[in-house]
């Protein structure tokens, strides 16, 4: 087999660059170890920044987010007894999305632009420093298989073989707790997200639509999700929420989804090595704090799909040679900013911390210069930035 882009994984990256690539007239083939089925049901990142979200509307992909996505103003910011609301709109001119990663994945899915081959095993990449590098992999038929391009996509996630052809630097950073999460069928009890600091623990709420909330609690790392019942996570969110806290009230309902997300971080450099270029969590993840892993993904295969069209199309290298550094830029911007909010909110062993986080929370909220700082981290900086 032959194309001119070999893309692994048919994660948002991996799919969002095969369509773009697609429109700009780059043929690609995308390898994914999965099944479609499993692939498309992954209950994942809910926030889109006004930047993804004018991508995505460019791209034709915009209709059904539109649609039936929400668009939110801001978020509120709380710890006991205080709740505040940053106006990302009038503090920057921009405004946050919610509107699932599995919709996305849906809406790339029903676009029908990218080759997909699913329930592929054995994936290896070969000769990424000459010019034909090639990808061998196990069809689902148990057939073995050469595809040769003239570059590779590295869109295979953290745990994907693209990584490890590289002989990159990897900065990292792994926190000391973990996200309990949980999906609810039942009506959001706020109109917009909600991250609260409390002495035992930062929770979250966020939700998917009007009749699906997604909430999420600190706990220590190791954490057995059987070990929390729906009861008791419901009661933990409630102090946390502050549930009663000036007529707030959390409205519980049947949980159909839990699980514990690890919380780290890594970037990894460069995210070019010959005729391999990665992208999304290939080459960073960012802990959840900030909403950024879907968001840097979709702002790395903006750039990298500008870049393989004016190579291989218009035979210009010049933003191909380019990527790397363009990419890190933002990819340094999101890691520090998740970081923040992360240590900001997030309760350690040490009381002092505990005290740096109330102050800085209390000027995140009451001046408008920190308000700004967070609200343009936020909603997001221009793609290219
Ligand atoms: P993905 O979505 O992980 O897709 C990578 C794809 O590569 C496939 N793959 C391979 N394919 C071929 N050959 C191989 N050898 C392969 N090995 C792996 C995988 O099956 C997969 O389909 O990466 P991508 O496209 O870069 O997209 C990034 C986003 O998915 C990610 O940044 C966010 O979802 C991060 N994230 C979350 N972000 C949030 O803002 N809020 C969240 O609540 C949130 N929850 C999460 C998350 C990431 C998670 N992961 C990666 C562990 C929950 C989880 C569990
Ligand atoms: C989510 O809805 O899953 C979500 C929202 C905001 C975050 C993290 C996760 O910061």
Redesign the pocket.
């Known amino acids: 087999m032959r194309t001119q882009v070999a893309i ?7 799919l969002l660059l095969a369509h773009l690539l697609a429109r700009g007239g780059v043929d690609a083939v995308v ?4 099944s479609q089925e499993y ?1 498309a049901a ?6 889109l920044e006004q930047s993804s979200v004018d991508l995505l509307t460019s791209a034709g992909l915009g209709d059904r987010l539109r649609a039936e996505g929400h668009e939110h103003r801001g978020i509120y910011l709380q710890w006991p007894g205080e709740r505040h609301h940053l106006d990302f709109l009038d503090l920057t001119g921009r405004t946050v999305w919610v509107y699932g ?1 599995t919709e996305v994945q849906k809406d790339l899915v029903a676009a029908g632009t990218a080759l997909v081959h699913y329930e ?1 095993s054995a ?1 290896s990449l070969h000769d990424v420093l000459a010019e034909r590098p090639s990808v061998t ?1 196990v069809d689902a038929d148990g057939a073995e298989q050469r595809l040769e391009a003239d570059v590779i996509a590295g ?7 693209s990584r490890g052809a590289m002989p990159a630097r990897t900065f990292e950073r792994t926190y000391p707790y973990s996200w309990l ?1 949980i999906l609810a069928e039942v009506a959001p009890s706020t109109d917009e997200l909600i991250y609260a600091w409390h002495p035992n623990g930062f929770a979250l709420h966020s939700m998917r639509s009007p009749t699906v909330s ?1 909430l999420y609690l600190q706990v220590p790392n190791g954490t057995d999700p059987a070990g929390w019942s729906d009861d008791r996570i419901w009661d933990e969110l409630a102090t946390r929420l502050g549930h009663g806290q000036d007529g707030w009230k959390l409205t519980p309902g049947p949980v159909t989804d839990k ?1 514990v ?1 690890p919380m780290r971080s890594y970037v990894q450099t460069p995210m070019r090595h010959g005729r391999l270029f990665l ?4 080459a960073h ?1 960012v802990p ?1 704090t900030g ?4 968001n ?2 979709i702002a790395d295969v903006t750039l990298l799909s500008r870049a393989l069209v004016a190579w291989l199309k218009d035979d210009d290298p010049a933003l191909a040679d380019g990527y790397s550094d363009d990419a890190l830029r933002r990819v340094w911007r999101c890691t520090h900013f998740s970081w923040w909010m992360t240590t900001m909110l997030h309760i350690g062993a040490d009381p002092f911390d505990a005290q740096l986080q109330l102050s800085q929370l209390k000027w995140v909220t009451t001046s408008h210069a920190g308000a700004q700082g967070l609200a343009e981290n936020y909603a997001g900086l221009p793609i290219g930035f």
């Open positions: 692994i994984g048919a994660g948002p990256a991996g390898l994914e170890t999965r692939v992954r209950i994942r990142a809910g926030i990663q592929v994936v992999f869109c295979d996630g953290s745990f994907g073989p999460g997604r699980s997300l992208a999304g969590d290939a993840i959840p909403a950024k892993g879907l840097l993904a």
